[in-house]
């Protein structure tokens, strides 16, 4: 059944300040809603149980690209039409920009936001794996201030997280040291475009001398949130690029991974495509380069 308009309420403050000190009289009364991509559906099927939504689309505060000496600021409110678009993003972290332009259709990419992503919590969704691989960080303001966690750190259970209600993820901050030498990001779902990933992993790491450097890999659709596989990358770290690594590397993934059975595909398709993946990022770790664009293609896979 549909939702009826006139029981809620949808104000537009239109500046952060006016956003957070809403947020901060009422902490968990005010909803905010970005572009609605997610919330509208919900509004749409009369499941949206928030009845304040406080609109922060389009706010100056959380919509910037900002290159800085050490690493790149992406306001949480940018859209996918902008992060794909963005030349900082595409040069610098083309793992994000290459996720986002998978994301849904031309019409999500053009409301739909990096913060709403995050906030949302799918452990299916596009931008995470990528944002894990390059260390992404998020600023969350508040009328309190703002604190700076690690996005590794922010899923706290199933589409749960470490905001509180008062809180707003104003950007995430990426590190310039992040992503040197090999990149890769691979989905794996049903079909090229609008489908929902049934595992998707991103990775960057590099070989000086023959042993694996600065690794970190991102797996989205393998638990209850997007996952950050720090046991792999201890695996990994520091060790020559031999097979039985490989092997090793990969027990331990699907050690690190709890994949459910759902109505996308089964916990045991998952685990073996995920395992491939990682083989897959690790062999081009030893060839040293990306195959021509291989690495980065949306695939449909079995
Ligand atoms: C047809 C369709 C296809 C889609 N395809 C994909 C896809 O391929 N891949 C994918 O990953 N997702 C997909 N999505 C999901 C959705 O588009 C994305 O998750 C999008 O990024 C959500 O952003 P939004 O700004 O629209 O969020 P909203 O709907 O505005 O908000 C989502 C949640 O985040 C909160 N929120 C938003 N911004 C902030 C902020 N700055 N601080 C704190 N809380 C915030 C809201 O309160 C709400 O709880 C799809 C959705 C639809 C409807």
Redesign the pocket.
């Known amino acids: 059944m549909r939702s009826r308009a006139a029981e809620y309420e949808l104000v537009t403050p239109g500046t952060l300040a006016g956003v957070l000190e809403l947020m901060a009289a009422e902490p968990g009364v005010w909803?905010?809603?970005?572009?609605?991509?997610?919330?509208?559906?919900q509004f749409g099927a009369g499941r949206l149980r928030?009845r304040k939504?406080v609109n922060?689309?389009g706010l100056a505060e959380?919509k910037a690209i900002r290159e800085e000496p050490d690493g790149l600021w992406i306001g949480?409110?940018t859209?996918?039409t902008q992060l794909r678009c963005s030349e900082a993003v595409r040069r610098g972290y083309p793992l994000l920009a290459r996720?986002a332009g998978?994301?849904?259709?031309i019409?999500?990419q053009n409301?739909?936001?990096?913060?709403?992503?995050?906030?949302?919590g799918?452990p299916?969704?596009?931008?995470p794996p990528a944002l894990l691989a390059y260390g992404a960080e998020l600023d969350l303001v508040s009328g309190r201030g703002v604190r700076r966690v690690a996005y590794d750190k922010f899923h706290t259970g199933y589409k749960t997280s470490v905001?509180q209600p008062d809180?707003?993820?104003?950007g995430v901050w990426l590190p310039r040291s992040a992503g040197h030498g090999v990149e890769y990001l691979r989905k794996v779902g049903p079909r090229n475009a609008?489908?929902?990933?049934k595992v998707a992993l991103g990775a960057v790491g590099s070989l000086p001398e023959g042993k694996i450097a600065g690794v970190r890999i991102g797996l989205a659709s393998v638990a209850y949130a997007p996952l950050r596989c720090v046991r792999t990358e201890q695996v990994l770290q520091g060790a020559p690029l031999t097979n039985a690594l490989v092997e090793d590397a990969r027990a331990c993934l699907l050690g690190e991974m709890a994949p459910l059975d759902d109505l996308r595909s089964t916990g045991r398709y998952r685990a073996e495509v995920a395992g491939n993946l990682l083989e897959e990022f690790l062999g081009q770790l030893r060839k040293g380069a990306n195959p021509a664009g291989k690495s980065m293609e949306k695939e449909r896979y079995g």
């Open positions: 909803t905010p809603m970005a572009g609605g991509t997610e919330l509208m559906v928030a939504l922060i689309f959380l949480a409110g859209t996918y996720a998978w994301t849904g259709s019409a999500n409301r739909g936001t990096l913060g709403g992503n995050l906030v949302n799918s299916a969704a596009d931008s905001l809180e707003l993820v104003q609008m489908a929902i990933s």
